[in-house]
Structure formats: structure tokens, C-alpha cells
């Protein structure tokens, strides 16, 4: 007996109830985010856990667009083909065995959640987003599944057409939750499907829940005679059945395995927030020496196979711009090739060798060469081609101090070698140069011309950076032959005082 009278098994007992009845009050544990397939850096690897995926495509017809993994060319092609053959057309991603039962034992033990953002082009009838488990035939095979186990997500399923999920057992039972409706064509939509074991709300062994970009949760009991967290999931595909259905037809953004049950709050604040956006390189111009940069601002590395800017006004200087790929260090298994070198346009990309583009590092950054005139004029437009293919307009990040109005030799300075070049132009038009061709001859107002108006503008700037005097001084360092210019300048000056002085 001990100290109160109980013996040591019954204290024991007493603490273990007491243990689990603290259990129940406590407050529910956090979904863990325990895998996520963001496509975004151009492959199927998982940028929070290690089970890196594989996109099986044996033919070369999917790609990367925009951050998500393009199999719009799959064309109705099916799951049951013999991958392991070159010449099979297909595309899907093969997940490592294992990674949906393991999320199953891990964080909240027999709950998992699945998401993934999706957009149909077509959809096929049994076409499948997420396949997990195991066909009759084993691993790789998609002849049938009617004594296997497996889980599945489907934007569209034949009994009623709707996006669903369900559970199916080894013992041919099968549950579905189905949505209402297939999900639309050729719109990104958010599916969440939360397996949960311990949630009996449904049914005894578990209720299985889904949403559909954050509508009303749809539940389904989890058939009895299955139990998840020993599910034997060697087949675990994206975009491929353990039947012989369509292979998906469509785009995927994103796909995450969580080891908890998602709440209906937490679906929500992922389906608000979206999937993690594709980095892009950033075209990043200093102001003070011309240099223009692709950077990458994000952790991971990216790959750029092609990039074109652009100014209309003529602010590229082709003769300071160096290829990316100088020195053949920054995509060594490449060749990079200009479409053009202007003071209007600088493009290039890679055009032989292998095909995938330069790294830019994360955080790190390729230079371009001083290819930019350092003018008040920041008119560039950027545009870039990632690896997959995925385009887009980029951009812009022009660092340092702004130039200066009147510094027409980009030195940072106002001073006479700034007047030197705005006299010989002056009291001249230049209807036909771009902007920053006209800046650079003296044009400070922007109306293609060297007038009394530009001449204030400079004189009131000069004043502001070393004073009256020196401006006064000017008049003594006038270039040859820019006098007349001058001349015809004073006597536009001198008209408007005496028009002020007579009260004109």
C-alpha cells in the first residue's frame, strides 16, 4: 500500500486516465506542412521535406509554365502504358512510395490532408489529380484496382460527373465525397481532401472531407476494413489512375501533403494565400554606373534561358552590354545567342548546346554590362524565359540616386563640361531622335527641342549646384560654334524682360 492507501498498479491507473483526460482538452495540434511540389524551379522536388518526385514523360511533351507542371499534351493518352519504354506518350509525376502512409503516422496519427491547385483544359471522365496506393498488378501498373487500396482526387468522375475524392478498399468498397460539379475548365481551382481516422463524425473508421475552392466541406464516411496509416502506396502519381483512365489533361500549380486534418479555417486561409509564386528574375539597374543585372530574389535558383529589354526612348548602350553568358560561365553547357543589340532593344537567349538555361544562384544576380545610359529616362521594359518555357514581363529595380536633370554626360555632376554639351545644340529641334537621344543633346523638358524653356531649366539647375558666379562665368567658356545658339538665346531673354518690363 502506498502513502494513500492505493496500491501502486491503481495510482498508476488513476495516472493515465487523468493523463488522457488532460488529452482531451487540449488544444487541437497544428496541420504540418510535411511535403510541397511547387513546380516553380522547373522539376517536381519537394522544397520542405526530401521526397523529391519524378515527372515521368518519355517523350519530352510536358513542360513549365508559369510555375506550374504543363501536361495539357497529354491528350487523352492513358495510365495503363508500359512507361519503362521510351516511346510511350505521357506525362504524370511519381511521388516516392510511402509519402502519403508516412503523414498518415506522423503529426496527428491516423490523419493526413491533401491540396493541390489545378486547372483542367479537358476534362476526362476518371482523369485523376492525386492516385495513392496500389493497383492489382502491383507497382507501376494501372490495369485495375478493384482488390487494391488507394485513395484518389478527380476533377471529374463518371458516376455524376463532379470533382470528388474518395477511399477505396482492398475489399472493393469505395466512398465518395463529391463536390457538386466537375471543376471548371481552363480555371485554376483549389481541391483539399482531409483523411482522418479519428474524426467518426461520418462513420466509425473515420470521415473523409473535401473542399472545393473554399465552398462548403462535402464528408464521406472512410469505409471500414481500410486503415491508412499501413496503406501500401507504391503508386503514388499525380495526374495518373490505378485504372486504365485518361492520364490529366490540364495544368498542376501545386500539390502539399500535411500530417493533420486541416480545420475548415485553415482551408480557407490556404485557398486566400494560394500557392507559393514562381520566382522570377528581377531586372535590377544602377543608377550610378549603368549596370544592369538579372537577380534573383529569391532562396532558390533559377534558370533563365532568354530575356529581352526594351526602351523606347533609346536608353540601351549596346556598345557597354556584355552577353550574360561571357566568358561561358554562367550556362557552361549552353550557347547563348543575340536577337539584338540597339539603343532601343537587347535580347539573347540560348539557342544550342543543352537547352535549360543558366542558374542564377539564390540571392545572386548576372550581369549585363553597363548596358544602360544613366539619364533622368527610365522607360526599360524587361521580359524573361524561364526553363519549361514559362515567359513573363518582369520587374524593374533602379538602385542609387536618381540622375540629375541637367547632368547630360552622366557624371553625377552639374558643371560647364554639362554645358559644353547643351550649347551646341541649343535653339535646335530633334523631332526624330528618341528620347534620350534629344536628353543627351539637351532637351531637359522632353518636347524634342533645345529652346529658351531647356536653357532656364539648365541655368536654374547650374545655380543650384555651384551658384550665380559661376554661372555668370559660363559666358567667358563658351564653345565654338555654339555662339550664335547662345545669341539667339539672350535675345529670347531679353525679349521676354523688356515684354515684363512694359507690362506685356
Known amino acids: 500500500m502506498n502513502t494513500v492507501g492505493q496500491s501502486k498498479k491503481s495510482a498508476a491507473r488513476r495516472l493515465l486516465l487523468a493523463a488522457g483526460t488532460l488529452a482531451m482538452f487540449a488544444a487541437p495540434a497544428e496541420a504540418v506542412l510535411v511535403h510541397k511540389y511547387t513546380f516553380n524551379n522547373g522539376n517536381a ?24 507542371l504543363d501536361l495539357t499534351r497529354n491528350n487523352n ?19 516516392p512510395n510511402g509519402v502519403f502512409s508516412s503523414a498518415m503516422n506522423t503529426g496527428s496519427f491516423g490523419a493526413a490532408t491533401l491540396e493541390i491547385w489545378a486547372t483542367p483544359q479537358e476534362n476526362r ?18 490495369g485495375g484496382a478493384g482488390a487494391s487500396a488507394y485513395v484518389l482526387m478527380t476533377a471529374q468522375q463518371s458516376i455524376n460527373g463532379q470533382a470528388s475524392a474518395s477511399v477505396h478498399t482492398a475489399g472493393g468498397v469505395e466512398n465518395f465525397a463529391h463536390s457538386g460539379a466537375p471543376l471548371a475548365v481552363g480555371v485554376k481551382s ?3 481532401a482531409v483523411f482522418d481516422h479519428t474524426n467518426t463524425t461520418a462513420g466509425p473508421n473515420g470521415t473523409l472531407t473535401l473542399y472545393i ?38 495544368l498542376i500549380d501545386e500539390f502539399r501533403i500535411y500530417d493533420n486534418a486541416l480545420t475548415a479555417g485553415e482551408v480557407a486561409a490556404s485557398f486566400t494565400a494560394g500557392p507559393e509564386p514562381a520566382p522570377v528574375p528581377v531586372l535590377t539597374v544602377n543608377r550610378s554606373t549603368g549596370v544592369i543585372s538579372l537577380s534573383n530574389q529569391s532562396g532558390g535558383g533559377i534558370n533563365v534561358t532568354g530575356y529581352s529589354i526594351g526602351s523606347v526612348g533609346g536608353g540601351l548602350n549596346p556598345a557597354t552590354w556584355t552577353s550574360i553568358d561571357a566568358g561561358n560561365t554562367f550556362d557552361p553547357n549552353g550557347t547563348w545567342t543575340s536577337s539584338s543589340s540597339t539603343n532601343l532593344s537587347i535580347a539573347e537567349s540560348v539557342t544550342g548546346g543543352t537547352l535549360d538555361g543558366g542558374t542564377i544562384a539564390g540571392n545572386g544576380s548576372a550581369s549585363i554590362g553597363a548596358a544602360w545610359k544613366k539619364t533622368p529616362i527610365e522607360d526599360l521594359t524587361f521580359n524573361y524565359t524561364m526553363n519549361g518555357g514559362a ?19 552622366g557624371d553625377g555632376l552639374v558643371n560647364a563640361a554639362d554645358w559644353a554639351v547643351f550649347v551646341p545644340n541649343a535653339s535646335t529641334a530633334f523631332a526624330t531622335d528618341p ?3 534629344a536628353y543627351l543633346k539637351g532637351d531637359l523638358d522632353g518636347d524634342k527641342d533645345n529652346d529658351y524653356a531647356d536653357f532656364k531649366l ?45 507690362g506685356k
Open 45 to 68: 522536388n519537394d522544397s520542405v521535406g526530401t521526397a523529391n518526385g519524378t515527372v515521368i514523360d518519355n517523350t519530352g511533351i510536358s513542360s513549365y509554365t508559369g510555375g506550374a
Open 125 to 142: 471522365n476518371w482523369a485523376r489529380l492525386v492516385d495513392f496506393g496500389t493497383s492489382n498488378g502491383g507497382e507501376n501498373t494501372s
Open 213 to 250: 475552392n473554399n465552398g462548403a466541406p462535402v464528408t464521406a464516411a472512410i469505409p471500414t476494413g481500410i486503415d491508412l496509416t499501413v496503406l501500401n502506396d507504391n503508386n503514388n502519381w499525380l495526374g495518373r489512375a490505378q485504372w486504365p483512365d485518361p492520364l490529366f489533361d490540364g
Open 391 to 409: 515567359t513573363g514581363a518582369g520587374q524593374i529595380v533602379y538602385t542609387g540616386t536618381a540622375a540629375k536633370r541637367s547632368d547630360l554626360n
Open 435 to 437: 528620347a534620350v537621344t
Open 77 to 95: 493518352a492513358n495510365s495503363n502504358q508500359d512507361f519503362s519504354l521510351p516511346t510511350t506518350v505521357g506525362a504524370y509525376v511519381d511521388l
Open 458 to 502: 539648365f541655368k536654374a539647375d547650374y545655380i543650384a549646384a555651384n551658384g550665380e558666379a559661376a554661372f555668370a562665368a559660363l559666358g567667358a567658356a563658351v564653345p565654338e560654334p555654339a555662339t550664335l545658339g547662345l545669341a539667339g538665346l539672350a535675345s529670347v531673354a531679353l525679349v521676354a524682360a523688356r515684354r515684363r518690363a512694359a
Open 190 to 192: 483549389h481541391m483539399v
